[in-house]
T-cell receptor
Framework: NAGVTQTPKFQVLKTGQSMTLQCAQD?????MYWYRQDPGMGLRLIYY???????DKGEVPNGYNVSRLNKREFSLRLESAAPSQTSVYFC??????????????FGPGTRLLVL | QKEVEQDPGPLSVPEGAIVSLNCTYS??????FMWYRQYSRKGPELLMY????GNKEDGRFTAQVDKSSKYISLFIRDSQPSDSATYLC???????????FGGGTRLMVKP
C-alpha cells in the first residue's frame, strides 16, 4: 500500500517549456488535490477533483491545467512554465465524503525549478 | 491579510521543553482544525484533528481551539529532537475537504 505517489521527484525546466506532474493514490479515495508550497506561504490549493470526472479551481489556478484520468490518477500540467512557478508541488487525496475525522493524505512532493 | 496567520519561527527549544505553537484565523466559518507535521523534504502528515472548540490530547500532544478568540494552539510536552519539523495548522468550514493552511512554524529541538 503505497498511499499517494508523485513523479517526478525533481525537475528543472526552462521558461516556456511544458511538463506534466503525475499523482496516483491506491486508497480508493474519491477526492484529489494539487497544492503548491512556497516559503512562508503554507500550502495553496491549485486545483482539486471532488470525484472522478470533475475538477475545480482552487486559490491559485492560473498557469495550470489538470486531468482526473481515473479514480486513482490526477495530473497537473504546466503549459508554458514561468519562473514564478518554481515551487514544491504536493498532491493529496481523501475520501471526500465529508465525514468527521477525515483528513487529507499527502504525497512526497515534486520540487520544480523554472529557469 | 491572510485568513490563517502563523509565526514562521524558527522556534528553538532544548530537549524536554514544553512547546507552544499557535495560529490565528479570521474566518468564523471554520469548524475543523488540524495540525500537520512536515519533516524536511517530505509531505505533510496529520498530527491532530479537532472539531469546534475545546481540547484534544494524544500522547505528548494537546490541541486547543478557542473559537471565540479565533485562536488555536498545539502543545508538545517533553519535546524530543525527533519533533524537529515544520508544523502547519489547517482549518476547514466542512469536514476535511477544502483546507486553508497557515504558513507553518519551524521547530528545532536541541539535544
Amino acid at each position: 500500500n503505497a498511499g499517494v505517489t508523485q513523479t517526478p521527484k525533481f525537475q528543472v525546466l526552462k521558461t516556456g517549456q511544458s511538463m506534466t506532474l503525475q499523482c496516483a493514490q491506491d486508497m480508493n479515495h474519491n477526492s484529489m488535490y494539487w497544492y503548491r508550497q512556497d516559503p512562508g506561504m503554507g500550502l495553496r490549493l491549485i486545483y482539486y477533483s471532488a470525484s472522478e470526472g470533475t475538477t475545480d479551481k482552487g486559490e491559485v489556478p492560473n498557469g495550470y491545467n489538470v486531468s482526473r484520468l481515473n479514480k486513482r490518477e490526477f495530473s497537473l500540467r504546466l503549459e508554458s512554465a514561468a519562473p514564478s512557478q518554481t515551487s514544491v508541488y504536493f498532491c493529496a487525496s481523501n475520501l471526500g465524503l465529508g465525514s468527521i475525522g477525515e483528513t487529507q493524505y499527502f504525497g512526497p512532493g515534486t520540487r520544480l525549478l523554472v529557469l | 491579510q491572510k485568513e490563517v496567520e502563523q509565526d514562521p519561527g524558527p522556534l528553538s527549544v532544548p530537549e524536554g521543553a514544553i512547546v507552544s505553537l499557535n495560529c490565528t484565523y479570521s474566518n468564523s466559518a471554520f469548524q475543523y482544525f488540524m495540525w500537520y507535521r512536515q519533516y524536511s523534504r517530505k509531505g505533510p502528515e496529520l498530527l491532530m484533528y479537532t472539531y469546534s472548540s475545546g481540547n484534544k490530547e494524544d500522547g505528548r500532544f494537546t490541541a486547543q481551539v478557542d473559537k471565540s478568540s479565533k485562536y488555536i494552539s498545539l502543545f508538545i510536552r517533553d519535546s524530543q529532537p525527533s519533533d524537529s519539523a515544520t508544523y502547519l495548522c489547517a482549518m476547514s468550514g466542512n469536514a476535511g475537504n477544502m483546507l486553508t493552511f497557515g504558513g507553518g512554524t519551524r521547530l528545532m529541538v536541541k539535544p
